[in-house]
C-alpha cells in the first residue's frame, strides 16, 4: 500500500499570488472516503474572499507582467507547471486519492493528464501569437479591417470532485493560455490538489492574479463568483441543478456560461461483434471506472437480444473479478464513492429500482469485506423500463442498467430516450452501421468500439440537458477568447453620406 502518511498542507485561500486566511475564517473538514477519517481541513472563502480574488484578477490583466503577455511567454509558465506536477507527481496523485477516493492508478493518470493538458495548451498559447490579428480582405479601397483574438477578462471556473486536479486544469490551462485571469472554486468535497497547484504556481513564480483559488463551499464561494459583475464569463462542469442555478445568476448580468454536466449515456452492443470480452471488458470499464462517478460513464447498456444472456454472463465474469479495497492498495480497481451523501444516494437508486421492479443482478450492497468508508459493489441492474427511475436520472456510482432490442430502429429509439446528450458508444464491426450511429446519437460525443477514452485534442461537451460549450482542443481555448473586429477607413476621400456644409 502505498504511503497514506503523505503530509497534508494546511493551505490558505490561494488569492494575487499570495496565501490568505478567509475573512470569515471558516474552514471545512476533509474526509477521507476510504475511512470516513478528518485528515484535515481547506479554508471556506465567502463573497468578501470572491471580491478580493476579483480584484486580484483585475489587476493582473492590468499589469504588464500578465496583461501584455505574448502566447509565447505564457506557454513558459504552462510548461513550467506541468514539469511541477510530474515532480510532484506521486504526492499529488496520493493526496487526490485520499481526498476523493478514487484508486492510485487512475489519480497517478489523472497527474500525467494534468501536465498533459498543461503541455498541451503551451502549445496553443504558442500558436495563438501568429493567429492573434487575422486580416480580413474586403476587397475595398476605403477599407483595411483585421480581427483580434484577445482574452475574454476575468473568468470564474467552477469545478466538481469527480477528477478534482483534472476537471479544474481542463479549464485553468486554456484560461490562462488565452491571457485570462482566473478564480478557480472547486469542489468543497475534493479541493485538496486544487490548492497544491497554488503553492505549484507560487513556486514557477506565475504573475500574482493570474490564476487565483478560493475553495470553499457552492452557494457561498460559488455563488457570488457566478453573480459577480467584473467576472466576464463563467465556465462550469457539475450537477444539471447546479448549472441551472449558475446560468440564472449570470443572466442576470448576461455573463456568458460555458456548462457540462453529465449525463446518462448509453453503450450499444450489437452481436455482430468478434470478442465479446473485449466488449464487455470497455462495457466494464465505461460504468466501473472512477467507481461509476464520471460525466460521461455509459451507464446504459443496451444489447442486442441474441446474445444478451451471453454478453451479460461475461460482464459478470469480468465484474466479480474487480478488486475493491481502499484505493491506495495495489491492484485496486474500485474504490469507494467521494462522500456519505453520494454513499446514501447511490445506494437509495438501487433500492428505488427494486422497488420500481428491476431486477439487482449483481452487486447493490456495501463489498462485506469493508466495514468502513463510502463503499458500494459494481452493480447491474437488469429488468428496467423506460419509465424507471434508473433508467432516466444519473446515479454517479457504479450501477449499470440494462435493456436489450432486436432490431437497429429500437436501439437508436432506445439510445437517445434520454434528457441528455453528453456521449454515446456503439460497439459492431459493421462500419456502415457505426456511421448510421454517429449520425443518430444525440450527443457531443461518439464512442466507436470503446468507451471514455479522452484526448485533449477533442472537444468535450454535450447537448440537450448535458450543456452547452466545449472544454479541451482549440474549442476550450476559443472559450475564453473575445472576437475582436476592428474596421479602418483608409481613404483620403471624405465619407459623403451628409450634404457638407461648405458647399451651401
Ligand atoms: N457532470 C459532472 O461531472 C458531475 C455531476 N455531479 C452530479 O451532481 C450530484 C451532486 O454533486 P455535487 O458535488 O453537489 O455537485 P454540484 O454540481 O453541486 O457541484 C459542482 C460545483 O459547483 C459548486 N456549486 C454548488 N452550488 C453552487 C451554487 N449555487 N453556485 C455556484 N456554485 C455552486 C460546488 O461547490 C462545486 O464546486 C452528484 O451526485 C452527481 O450526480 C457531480 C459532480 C460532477
Ligand atoms: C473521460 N474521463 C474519464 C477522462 C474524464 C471524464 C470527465 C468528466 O467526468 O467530466
Ligand atoms: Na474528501
Same mark, same amino acid.
Given at each position: 500500500?502505498?504511503? +497514506?502518511?503523505?503530509?497534508?498542507?494546511? +493551505?490558505?485561500?490561494?488569492?494575487?499570488?499570495?496565501?490568505?486566511?478567509?475573512? @470569515?475564517?471558516?474552514?471545512?473538514?476533509?474526509?477521507?472516503?476510504?475511512?470516513? *477519517?478528518?485528515?484535515?481541513?481547506?479554508?471556506?472563502?465567502?463573497?468578501?474572499?470572491?471580491?478580493?480574488?476579483?480584484?486580484?484578477?483585475?489587476?493582473?490583466?492590468?499589469?504588464?507582467?500578465?496583461?501584455?503577455?505574448?502566447?509565447?511567454?505564457?506557454?513558459?509558465?504552462?510548461?513550467?507547471?506541468?514539469?511541477?506536477?510530474?515532480?510532484?507527481?506521486?504526492?499529488?496523485?496520493?493526496?487526490?486519492?485520499?481526498?476523493?477516493? @478514487?484508486?492510485?492508478?487512475?489519480?497517478?493518470?489523472? =497527474?500525467?493528464?494534468?501536465?498533459?493538458?498543461?503541455?498541451?495548451?503551451?502549445?496553443?498559447?504558442?500558436?495563438?501569437?501568429?493567429?492573434?490579428?487575422?486580416?480580413?480582405?474586403?476587397?475595398?479601397?476605403?477599407?483595411?479591417?483585421?480581427?483580434? +483574438?484577445?482574452?475574454? /477578462?476575468?473568468?470564474?471556473?467552477?469545478?466538481?470532485?469527480?477528477?478534482?486536479?483534472? =476537471?479544474?486544469?481542463?479549464?485553468?490551462?486554456?484560461?490562462?493560455?488565452?491571457?485570462?485571469?482566473?478564480?478557480? @472554486?472547486? !469542489?468543497?468535497?475534493?479541493?485538496?490538489?486544487?490548492?497544491?497547484? $497554488?503553492?505549484?504556481?507560487?513556486?514557477?513564480?506565475?504573475?500574482?492574479?493570474?490564476?487565483?483559488?478560493?475553495?470553499?463551499?457552492?452557494?457561498?464561494? $460559488?455563488?457570488?463568483?457566478?453573480?459577480?459583475?467584473? &467576472?466576464?464569463?463563467? !465556465?462550469?462542469?457539475?450537477? /444539471?441543478?447546479?448549472?441551472?442555478?449558475? =446560468?440564472?445568476?449570470?443572466?442576470?448580468?448576461?455573463?456568458?456560461?460555458?456548462?457540462?454536466?453529465?449525463?446518462?449515456?448509453?453503450?450499444? &452492443?450489437?452481436?455482430?461483434?468478434?470478442?465479446?470480452?473485449?466488449?464487455? *471488458?470497455?462495457?466494464?470499464?465505461?460504468?466501473?471506472?472512477?467507481? /461509476?462517478?464520471?460525466?460521461?460513464?455509459?451507464?446504459?447498456?443496451?444489447?442486442?437480444?441474441?446474445?444478451?444472456?451471453?454478453?451479460?454472463?461475461?460482464?459478470? @465474469?469480468?465484474?466479480?473479478?474487480?478488486?475493491?479495497?481502499?484505493?491506495?492498495? *495495489?491492484?485496486?480497481?474500485?474504490?469507494?464513492?467521494? !462522500?456519505?451523501?453520494?454513499?446514501?444516494?447511490?445506494?437509495?437508486?438501487?433500492?428505488?429500482?427494486?422497488?420500481? $421492479?428491476?431486477?439487482?443482478?449483481? $452487486?447493490?450492497?456495501?463489498?462485506?469485506?469493508?466495514?468502513?468508508?463510502?463503499?458500494?459493489?459494481?452493480?447491474?441492474?437488469?429488468?428496467?423500463?423506460?419509465?424507471?427511475?434508473?433508467?432516466?436520472?444519473?446515479?454517479?456510482?457504479?450501477?449499470?442498467? &440494462?435493456?436489450?432490442?432486436?432490431?437497429?430502429?429500437?436501439?437508436?429509439?432506445?439510445?437517445?430516450?434520454?434528457?441528455?446528450?453528453?456521449?454515446?458508444?456503439?460497439?459492431?464491426?459493421?462500419?456502415?452501421?457505426?456511421?448510421?450511429?454517429?449520425?443518430?446519437?444525440?450527443?457531443?460525443?461518439?464512442?466507436?468500439?470503446?468507451?471514455?477514452?479522452?484526448?485533449?485534442?477533442?472537444?468535450?461537451?454535450?447537448?440537450?440537458?448535458?450543456?452547452?460549450?466545449?472544454?479541451?482542443?482549440?474549442?476550450?481555448?476559443?472559450?475564453?477568447?473575445?472576437?475582436?473586429?476592428?474596421?479602418?477607413?483608409?481613404?483620403?476621400?471624405?465619407?459623403?453620406?451628409?450634404?457638407?456644409?461648405?458647399?451651401?
Amino acid at each position: 500500500m502505498a504511503n +497514506r502518511n503523505v503530509p497534508i498542507s494546511r +493551505r490558505q485561500l490561494y488569492i494575487g499570488g499570495e496565501w490568505r486566511e478567509p475573512v @470569515k475564517k471558516n474552514r471545512i473538514p476533509i474526509i477521507n472516503p476510504a475511512t470516513e *477519517e478528518i485528515i484535515g481541513d481547506i479554508p471556506a472563502a465567502t463573497a468578501e474572499d470572491v471580491d478580493i480574488a476579483v480584484e486580484a484578477a483585475r489587476k493582473a490583466i492590468a499589469r504588464d507582467d500578465w496583461g501584455s503577455t505574448t502566447g509565447a511567454q505564457r506557454a513558459k509558465y504552462l510548461r513550467a507547471i506541468a514539469a511541477k506536477v510530474l515532480e510532484k507527481k506521486s504526492v499529488l496523485a496520493t493526496l487526490e486519492s485520499l481526498d476523493s477516493g @478514487k484508486t492510485l492508478f487512475e489519480s497517478a493518470a489523472d =497527474m500525467d493528464d494534468v501536465a498533459g493538458c498543461f503541455e498541451y495548451y503551451a502549445d496553443l498559447a504558442e500558436a495563438l501569437d501568429s493567429r492573434r490579428k487575422t486580416p480580413v480582405n474586403l476587397n475595398s479601397d476605403s477599407f483595411k479591417t483585421y480581427v483580434l +483574438r484577445e482574452p475574454l /477578462g476575468v473568468v470564474g471556473l467552477i469545478t466538481p470532485w469527480n477528477y478534482p486536479l483534472l =476537471m479544474a486544469i481542463w479549464k485553468v490551462a486554456p484560461a490562462l493560455a488565452a491571457g485570462c485571469a482566473a478564480i478557480l @472554486k472547486p !469542489s468543497e468535497l475534493a479541493s485538496v490538489t486544487c490548492l497544491e497547484l $497554488g503553492e505549484i504556481c507560487r513556486e514557477i513564480g506565475l504573475p500574482s492574479g493570474a490564476l487565483n483559488i478560493l475553495t470553499g463551499l457552492g452557494p457561498e464561494a $460559488g455563488g457570488p463568483l457566478a453573480s459577480h459583475p467584473h &467576472v466576464d464569463k463563467i !465556465s462550469f462542469t457539475g450537477s /444539471g441543478p447546479t448549472g441551472s442555478k449558475i =446560468m440564472t445568476a449570470a443572466a442576470q448580468l448576461v455573463k456568458p456560461v460555458s456548462l457540462e454536466l453529465g449525463g446518462k449515456s448509453p453503450i450499444v &452492443v450489437f452481436d455482430d461483434i468478434d470478442n465479446l470480452d473485449i466488449a464487455a *471488458e470497455w462495457t466494464l470499464f465505461g460504468i466501473f471506472a472512477n467507481t /461509476g462517478q464520471v460525466c460521461s460513464a455509459t451507464s446504459r447498456l443496451i444489447v442486442q437480444e441474441s446474445i444478451a444472456s451471453a454478453f451479460l454472463d461475461r460482464l459478470l @465474469k469480468w465484474t466479480k473479478n474487480i478488486k475493491i479495497s481502499d484505493p491506495l492498495e *495495489e491492484d485496486c480497481k474500485l474504490g469507494p464513492v467521494v !462522500s456519505a451523501g453520494q454513499y446514501e444516494k447511490v445506494l437509495k437508486f438501487i433500492s428505488n429500482a427494486k422497488s420500481e $421492479g428491476a431486477t439487482i443482478l449483481y $452487486g447493490g450492497k456495501r463489498p462485506q469485506h469493508l466495514k468502513k468508508g463510502y463503499y458500494v459493489q459494481p452493480t447491474i441492474i437488469t429488468d428496467v423500463n423506460t419509465s424507471m427511475e434508473i433508467w432516466k436520472e444519473e446515479v454517479f456510482g457504479p450501477v449499470l442498467c &440494462v435493456k436489450t432490442f432486436k432490431t437497429e430502429e429500437e436501439a437508436i429509439e432506445l439510445a437517445n430516450d434520454t434528457k441528455y446528450g453528453l456521449a454515446a458508444a456503439v460497439m459492431s464491426k459493421d462500419v456502415k452501421r457505426c456511421e448510421r450511429f454517429t449520425k443518430a446519437f444525440q450527443t457531443g460525443i461518439i464512442w466507436i468500439n470503446c468507451s471514455q477514452p479522452t484526448f485533449n485534442q477533442l472537444p468535450w461537451g454535450g447537448k440537450k440537458r448535458s450543456g452547452f460549450g466545449r472544454d479541451l482542443g482549440e474549442w476550450g481555448l476559443e472559450s475564453f477568447l473575445n472576437i475582436k473586429q476592428v474596421t479602418e477607413y483608409t481613404s483620403a476621400e471624405p465619407w459623403a453620406f451628409y450634404k457638407s456644409p461648405s458647399r451651401n
